[in-house]
């Protein structure tokens, strides 16, 4: 016998889908809107130079950033600049060519090279030998905390022990305390993952975001924590308010930056994709109108080969499972059912 009451919430379900889907694309860009790991104002005209062979734009772009001591900048332009030399390195090497002792050379050379080797299945061994890289670069500038973010990262992938990391992370806090691509690093190394273990990570996690600078993006850390959790599994539970509460955490840190930053762009996306495990739907919308065009290739490109695609098809999911639990007849402001002839 047909379950009659299962067909009428299947037939209520599709009905405020139909109903209310299109009006929740308000705030949201047009997908051909959309852009994946777009550079901001100051990155952009470096990476058309770079892909005319040209390194000027670059080294005036990552020694701004050296001397005024932007270094979550510095670290950011660095990363994008050795992605791009990854397909296109002429013009690094022209650089390192002509100005070999260039400490922003140097940081890109180093960033690029544990890029390159990180993928290899002899990447231990490999990775070793980008060691005196890492050593130029930091010797570069002795106040950068960025070649220290690389040593952090190039640790994780030789096997170093703990006791070795904990020596790289006192260099790397000594000079920048609050500084986010060291403490990702970190979490990446105390992860269930690499080297330690779920409950490992959230609690560096939720000190360090304790203990972050107002509006830093340390703050949302935990969220990192949380993501670590829903994607490598393992045997810890981790109880889902703590889940929750890495969310909330990451939610107010989002707040305090204004729709469609590209600044926060990578914490909105990983925030959408931890809610959207969380299944909260209406919180993940509200975050997708903040990212507005900025998606980001992480953590989309841990779940398909096409980033892009994935987050516009996983928007499009969160704005039908927010339209499904919509009333069919919201409640007029007078507290009854609202009527045709309401206005």
């Known amino acids: 016998m047909v379950d009659t009451m299962a067909l009428l919430r299947a037939f209520i379900r599709t009905a405020r889908m139909v109903k209310n889907t299109s009006r929740l694309a308000a705030g949201l ?54 992605v791009f030399a990854r397909t296109r390195d002429e013009w690094l090497q022209t650089w390192q060519s002509e100005s070999p002792h260039d400490p922003d050379a140097l940081l890109v050379k180093a960033e690029l090279a544990v890029r390159r080797w990180w993928e290899s299945p002899a990447r231990a061994e490999l990775l070793r030998e980008v060691g005196p890289l890492i050593g130029a670069a930091a010797e570069g500038d002795p106040r950068d905390p960025v070649p220290w973010r690389i040593a952090l990262d190039h640790a994780r992938g030789t096997n170093a022990g703990h006791t070795e990391f904990e020596k790289l992370w006192t260099e790397a806090v000594r000079r920048s305390p609050h500084h ?23 609690d560096f996690a939720e000190r360090a975001a304790q203990d972050a600078l107002p509006g830093s993006l340390v703050q949302a850390l935990p969220v990192r924590a949380a993501f670590a959790y829903l994607t490598e599994g393992g ?55 903040l990212i507005g065009p900025y998606a980001t290739s992480f953590p989309w490109d841990r779940v398909s080969d096409d980033p892009l695609g994935q987050f516009l098809e996983l928007r499009d999911g969160v704005r039908l499972e927010v339209a499904s639990i919509i009333p069919l007849h919201p409640r007029s402001e007078r507290g009854g059912r609202a009527r045709s002839g309401d206005h």
Do not use: M
């Open 29 to 82: 860009p047009a997908d051909d809107e959309v852009l994946l790991d777009a550079p901001d104002e100051r990155l952009a005209p470096a990476l058309v130079a770079a892909a005319r062979g040209e390194y000027d734009i670059a080294a005036k772009l990552l020694a701004s950033t050296r001397e005024a001591a932007e270094w979550e900048n510095r670290d950011r332009y660095a990363r994008r600049l050795a």
């Open 180 to 202: 986010y691509g060291c403490h990702v690093a970190a979490l990446k190394y105390l992860s269930a993952a690499w080297y330690g273990s779920h409950r490992e990570c959230f």
């Open 235 to 289: 045997r810890a539970v981790i109880p889902r308010e703590r889940l929750d509460e890495a969310a909330d955490l990451a939610i107010a840190v989002s707040a305090a930056y204004a729709p469609a930053d590209p600044w926060p762009a990578e914490v909105r996306n990983l925030l959408t994709y931890v809610l959207i495990r969380l299944e909260r739907w209406q919180d993940a919308l509200d975050q997708l109108r």
